[in-house]
């Protein structure tokens, strides 16, 4: 009989893949996604800004690396949707994907994968929330209400939650999910800010959990990546 397997998700903001040092450097990028060693990615900010938005990380070049790219509407040549993309190594298969139209002053997304993974059936949203507080509640709010049409199984919320503070208002906006300790990813050469975080469902537990920091992940992006090992309690 086969048993669950721990895996490896990600967080990571590409920053549109242009570093500190004001140079746009996809292949620096993809070297830091590689070094996470995680079979699941979420990114953000993974599309240049103006339209069609075409990815600032090249499909083929993300392809040639061994990840397949799950799809989720996204017009043109871009890699996600409103800059949110997710990655997935072998192993891991996408059962279904869409993509969540959210609140805002300005445009923002998240994406919801239904993954067949080693440690079972897993829900994967992944997001970029707004700089305002008022409107990050409200688009937590709009993400709650798309999961409770859907049946329950075990969850993981991953992203950019731009919430500079103690995680407190989160953890009172979202259900199913609480925040694992957060650890500071913003700025990358010294970080201050939990901006990135990773949420589970009860079903779900972080054996080991961190931030990215090996270079060029200091100089890649303005955020480090952040990850977790997950198994099933």
Not at 88 to 99: C, E, F, M, W, Y
Not at 132 to 137: A, C, D, E, G, T
Not at 197 to 219: D, F, K, Q, Y
């Amino acid at each position: 009989m086969l048993t669950a397997s721990p895996i490896r998700i990600a967080t990571y903001n590409l920053q549109k893949c242009v570093g500190l040092d004001l140079r746009r450097r996809p292949e620096r990028s993809l070297a830091v996604i590689n070094a996470l060693k995680a079979q699941v990615v979420v990114l953000q900010e993974v599309d240049k800004r103006l339209p069609p938005r075409p990815a600032a990380l090249p499909h083929d070049m993300v392809e040639d690396e061994g990840w397949h790219i799950l799809p989720f509407g996204a017009p043109g040549g871009s890699l996600g949707w409103h800059g949110n993309a997710m990655l997935v190594r072998d192993g891991v298969k996408a059962l279904q994907t869409a993509h969540i139209d959210l609140p805002g002053l300005e445009p923002r997304g998240a994406i919801r994968a239904e993954l067949d993974t080693p440690l079972g059936p897993l829900r994967v949203i992944g997001m970029h929330l707004g700089l305002v507080r008022r409107y990050r509640l409200l688009q937590l709010a709009t993400i709650n209400r798309a999961l409770g049409k859907l049946p329950p199984r075990p969850t993981v919320f991953a992203g950019d939650f731009n919430d500079w503070g103690n995680g407190m208002a989160l953890d009172a906006a979202v259900k199913r999910v609480r925040f694992i300790p957060a650890r500071a990813s913003f700025p990358a050469p010294r970080p201050v800010a939990p901006l990135d975080r990773i949420a589970l469902s009860p079903e779900l537990h972080a054996v080991e959990s961190g931030v990215h920091g090996a270079r060029p992940a200091h100089i890649a992006s303005d955020h480090l990546p952040v990850w977790a090992d997950l198994d099933l309690k």
